[in-house]
């Protein structure tokens, strides 16, 4: 009784340590190994709900309370929980959304709620509608917005339009799609992306295709953190990402374009993934001042759209 009574003790500080070693494995190496692939993917709730037994254990024995504290708050920062920026109007808005093919929606009901945000850029993924009469519905309820597609991304915008390049993705169906608008007198660079997902639910039955999937994405994400470095002046790189805000591959992403723009003007934890409350669609901005972020609480697809309102 006694040893167990010993083990328990240490509860609190194992817990500590477990939540920093998790967090910093995930953070620092991330996609390059599975095991801490697994760590950088793990819905970030997870180790909230890990600190409670801690918790709990602490508070019943008066014993160790500070440091289950301490853990509690690391993984509640580390999920989001704690985070929140002060928030402004702005002056152009963008919004991305995967909006699963129509899967969920209407072509007049995905209309009626995109026009309802009054965005300037409209970045869609997963937009090969099943319905194929779907694309022309839905730019039919959207006057005023030119549209244009690579692959299944679709962006559609009402700002002057210069110019558009697709640049394709390694992998079947898949490609950055880049506008080159024009927005305060500027010239603004806008990418939309969709790179694959890492099949972290293969980690058990089948780790090669984990393995597989995990090197093909890292191979989009060289594409799109490339084009980002050679592309001059303002800049947005926006989309389903399919990354989590840790690890070295959202840190490289970061680098290359700029800040992400939830972590500068979002509150609260951002899932635009709910099903594992996860936040994988993103955007990044280079010489733009994002004002505020908002993850919209739709349910017209599998994700949520994120709109981002910019200051020059």
């Known amino acids: 009784m006694r040893a167990v009574h010993a083990h328990l003790s240490a509860l609190p500080l194992l817990t500590l340590l477990l939540v920093v070693l998790g967090w910093a494995l995930g953070e620092l190496i991330g996609e390059r190994t599975l095991p801490t692939l697994l760590l950088a993917y793990a819905p970030p709730l997870l180790w909230v709900l890990l600190c409670l037994p801690a918790l709990a254990w602490a508070a019943w ?15 509640a920062w580390g999920a989001g929980l704690l985070h929140w920026r002060p928030q402004q109007s702005g002056t ?5 959304f ?6 969920r929606t209407s072509p007049a009901g995905l209309g009626a709620a995109l026009r309802a945000l009054n965005a300037d850029v409209i970045l869609l993924q997963e937009a090969r509608f099943h319905a194929p009469t779907f694309e022309g519905e839905l730019r039919a309820a959207l006057p005023g917005y030119r549209a244009v597609r690579a692959q299944e991304v679709l962006t559609l915008t009402r700002l002057p ?21 024009r927005w305060d007198g500027r010239p603004l660079t806008v990418m939309n992306a969709h790179p694959g997902a890492t099949q972290v639910s293969a980690a058990l039955r089948d780790p090669a295709r984990l393995r597989r999937s995990r090197d ?15 592309t001059p002046g303002p800049l947005i790189l926006g989309g389903d990402l399919n990354t989590p805000p840790r690890g070295p591959a959202y840190r490289a992403l970061r680098q290359a374009v700029g800040p992400d723009t939830f972590q500068r003007a979002g509150r609260g934890p951002g899932w635009t993934y709910p099903g594992l409350r996860l936040r994988i669609d993103h955007q990044f901005s280079r010489d733009l001042r994002p004002s505020r972020a908002r993850v919209l609480p739709w349910t017209l697809s599998d994700h949520r759209p994120l709109l981002v309102e910019y200051r020059p």
Do not use: E, K, S
């Open 61 to 75: 024995r008066r014993w160790g309370l500070g440091m289950a504290l301490a853990a509690l708050l690391l993984a």
């Open 92 to 96: 152009l808005r963008v919004v991305t």
């Open 161 to 181: 339009l210069l110019g558009t390049d697709a640049r394709p993705l390694p992998g079947l169906n898949r490609a950055a799609l880049v506008t080159h608008l």
């Open 98 to 103: 995967n909006v699963l093919g129509g899967a």
């Open 216 to 230: 093909l994405r890292a191979a989009q994400l060289d594409v799109l953190i490339t084009l980002a470095r050679r």
